[in-house]
Nanobody
Framework: VQLQASGGGLVQPGGSLRLSCAAS????????ITWFRQAPGKEREGVSC????????FYADFAQGRFTISRDSAKNTVYLQITNLKPEDMGVYYC???????????????????WGQGTQVTVSS
């Protein structure tokens, strides 16, 4: 089982990014995927989750309105689109799955079974 996060980079405030989480080694369409982030010196926090069917999406309060999670089952990939990036969005973004088809509460402290390696998002002018 492998999750590969990518798409991070250096972006100016107000810019946009689309992060990707490519999955392999398991039946992707059966499982929910959750995005997390960790800013320097801060604890990791949940950002968004999409259930296995893509029919239910959940966001942390800070992510409402600027973050959009989606999946492309043909590509075994879950995306996290971030618009109007702010300096406080900086950090390493991770994707994870616990191999269940539903989402836990995004803010729940769950020991997910599988994690991607993370992709760095830097917001600076």
């Amino acid at each position: 089982v492998q999750l590969q996060a990518s798409g991070g980079g250096l972006v100016q405030p107000g810019g946009s990014l689309r992060l990707s989480c490519a999955a392999s080694g398991f039946t992707f369409e059966r499982y929910a995927i959750t995005w997390f982030r960790q800013a320097p010196g801060k604890e990791r926090e949940g950002v968004s989750c999409e259930n296995s069917s893509g029919g239910r999406k959940f966001y942390a309060d800070f992510a409402q309105g600027r973050f959009t999670i989606s999946r492309d089952s043909a590509k075994n990939t879950v995306y996290l689109q971030i618009t109007n990036l702010k300096p406080e969005d900086m950090g390493v973004y991770y994707c994870a799955t616990d191999r269940v088809n539903y989402c836990y509460a995004v803010t729940a402290n769950v020991d997910y079974e599988y994690w991607g390696q993370g992709t760095q998002v830097t917001v600076s002018s």
